[in-house]
């Protein structure tokens, strides 16, 4: 599967604070989301302004659609929409640290 993202800013959700970016997989459009609460508890967004929101998705981009990467590998291309939420960054995190203590 070949999965690649827009390159524009992601637009502003209100009415569930998060951001959503456009992601193609095998020619498919794909809508990903990030919550506000994500960007804020891993990424450093100072508040669930927009403004806030968009620079912390825009310094940290290339982990964000590699996260986005990982949910669409795992479902295969079937989904129309993915959703990150901040316990998937926790549960990521996580096993990263336990992956590394083993090492």
């Known amino acids: 599967m070949i999965i690649t ?3 524009q800013p992601p ?36 508040s669930w302004r927009e403004e806030d929101l968009q620079q912390a998705f825009e310094s940290h981009r290339s982990s964000i659609e590699g996260a986005a990467e990982h949910v669409l590998s795992r479902v295969g291309g079937t989904s129309t929409s993915v959703m990150l939420r901040s316990g998937f960054f926790r549960f990521r995190e996580a096993r990263a640290q336990t992956s590394s203590s083993r090492a």
């Open 5 to 7: 993202f827009a390159s």
């Open 11 to 46: 637009v502003y959700q209100g009415d569930v604070p998060s951001l959503t970016f456009a992601a193609f997989a095998d020619g498919e459009h794909i809508a990903c989301t990030i919550s506000a609460e994500a960007l804020e508890d891993h990424f450093g967004a100072a």
